[in-house]
DNA sequence: TTGAAAGCGCTAACAC
DNA sequence: GTGTTAGCGCTTTCAA
């Protein structure tokens, strides 16, 4: 009842393994009716290959490893969806794994996929990682790696990232335009590239529109408002400010949501009292109380192009200095949560 | 620059690999000094032993598998989290795969997980599957399997499910007793259990109240409301019908934002025309418009257990039909989707 | 055109 | 206590 090998097949038709092998892989040397009755007797016991043998033997494997910081989120759940199609269509597996932000995790996760002999990575960088010795490490072991969405200025390699600027230059240009001037900006961690980016551009659009850049509209939450507490805290500060914000730009999924859920709570009013414009690729944005303006990042074809480039880079090795970031755009979605029923509907 | 391995240290000790691997895995007969000697060289080489060739040699791989119909929902990505703290703890490895509900790639990856010989399957069903034969024929050549959430009667093991009778009838009941009499039910392909253990909870919540089932109440969508002109038709014709429902009760994630999407478009005033109650995980109810009444499933204890019950059946098999089937609460949470501000209040 | 043999990294039965 | 050897499934020289 176990798995056929190519070892029954050569004993059941009396030849050597060399020779089902052979036939098996379409080799050149081989008698056309050898390879036959080889390939009709595979076929008829339903032979599969081994593709743990196939990796012992030369450390390939057909299959990707994506480390992201979790799953349970629109943005990288539709990431994976884009991963995945492309992976599957070329014929490489995808397999995935969270570092929760954490990089003892991600760390951990690395070594364990690279010993898995996968032929490549795909990596959306942990919030906690400042670190990046085990992936310079691969990399210069020969090991392909492309990065995406948080990705390192230190390593050289493809990177697929949306472009966070302008998003953010958008987002925020869209608040003063409505009117606001007083706009805080709810973000992640500093050392990650999407936060810095994504600050520059909000910086960028104030002062273009003759608004100072003030830091204390600025609130970074280390666990990326993951902590209820940290979100709470974090409003309730700008709350309290002698100008409170007549505005929040919030720079995630979780940012966003822990932001409508303390106002909510403390009953201000969307928009009126304040806007609210989030960087997010949360699905339910349109059912949301009030429906959320948005920066939608295009999640699908990053994953999509991200393994592309992977995957060009497993089959293709190409010499060091050559490679690409790619910008996708991003698209800001205008509802109530910025700019009221009655505005919009004008 | 390439990993190092057991021979390595073998010729760098003058010794033999045997000896290196006795010293490696505190085999019994060893001498203690050899023992530290290979420990230390092997702690200063940074040696890992090749999983690759661990699974060749015993076809064990401390991964199990998990099949799930996808990612971007939070009922799974919760289930997987819960399955992935707990098989970390245990030092197994979590691959994951998606089935998209295609019966062909539920199949294509049950063959790929199984040729990379994980050591056991978690599976939540396809809502396409109807032909269980690629997990029976598994079971009976002695792979471990547990099911969750979408589990076949046909098959005898472990599995980990919500009460989804239980969570249906509070449900329904809930919708009776705050004064709806035309409840419609908004559900999943029919061959799914959950579906079918829904529906008779819904059915026996009404026959208990004196109200009698009525089928064209009910409507099954097939692609359980991804596509979203399902959902559309679906609500449609609940509405067209003489006496329209003033009550949905839909039966995923899905299901539930497609109705509340079709409902504001249509300008439906929720709860006062059209209540509505989901079964549903959905991480941001409390934020909806208005916010939602759910029933929810404790998706990280179910994932939790089902892979508690699947190790234990890898680590110490044992004798057929000594398996258990576990019913998870679910909880009502009750929201202005079904009662109202007013009502809520008092 | 085919077969024999070695080797990928590791373990274990068997010698010594 | 340690070394030798075979074998997990497969590919690939090297010979014939």
Do not use: W
Request: glycine content about 4%; some cysteine.
């Amino acid at each position: 009842m176990e798995a056929i090998t190519i070892k029954d097949i050569a004993r059941a038709l009396n030849i050597s393994t060399s020779t089902v092998s052979r036939a098996l892989r379409n080799s050149y040397e081989i008698n056309p009716e050898t390879k036959k009755l080889v390939m009709e007797y595979a076929e008829k016991m339903n032979y599969r290959p081994n593709p743990i043998a196939l990796s012992l033997k030369d450390s390939k494997s057909k299959s990707i490893g994506v480390i992201i910081p979790e799953i349970a989120n629109h943005f990288f759940s539709q990431l994976i969806n884009g991963i995945e199609s492309i992976a599957y269509n070329l014929g490489y597996h995808v397999v995935i794994f969270q570092s929760h932000d954490s990089y003892e995790r991600e760390v951990a996760n690395t070594n364990y996929l690279v010993s898995r002999k996968v032929d490549g990575l795909l990596v959306s960088l942990a919030s906690l990682t400042t670190n990046l010795f085990h992936f310079q490490d691969l990399m210069e072991r020969g090991l392909p790696i492309v990065f995406l969405d948080r990705v390192p200025k230190e390593i050289e390699t493809h990177k697929v990232v949306a472009d966070n600027f302008d998003g953010s230059y958008q987002a925020t240009s869209h608040l003063i335009q409505t009117g606001k001037r007083r706009i805080a900006h709810l973000t992640s961690p500093i050392y990650l590239s999407i936060t810095t980016e994504r600050l520059a551009g909000y910086r960028k659009a104030l002062e273009d529109n003759g608004i100072p850049f003030d830091e204390s509209y600025v609130r970074y939450c280390i666990y990326g408002g993951k902590v209820v507490a940290e979100n709470e805290e974090a409003i309730g500060e700008l709350l309290a400010l002698p100008e409170p914000p007549d505005a929040i730009f919030t720079a995630s999924d979780r940012l966003t949501t822990g932001c409508l859920a303390v106002l909510q709570k403390r009953r201000i009013k969307i928009p009126e009292e304040i806007a609210i414009v989030g960087f997010t690729n949360i699905s339910v944005a349109e059912l949301l109380n009030p429906p959320l303006t948005a920066v939608v990042q295009p999640a699908l074809e990053m994953g999509q192009q991200a393994v592309e480039l992977l995957i060009r880079l497993i089959e293709h090795p190409q010499k060091k200095g050559d490679y690409e970031i790619r910008f996708l755009q991003t698209s800001l979605i205008t509802r109530e949560s910025s700019v009221g029923k009655q505005a919009l509907k004008t």
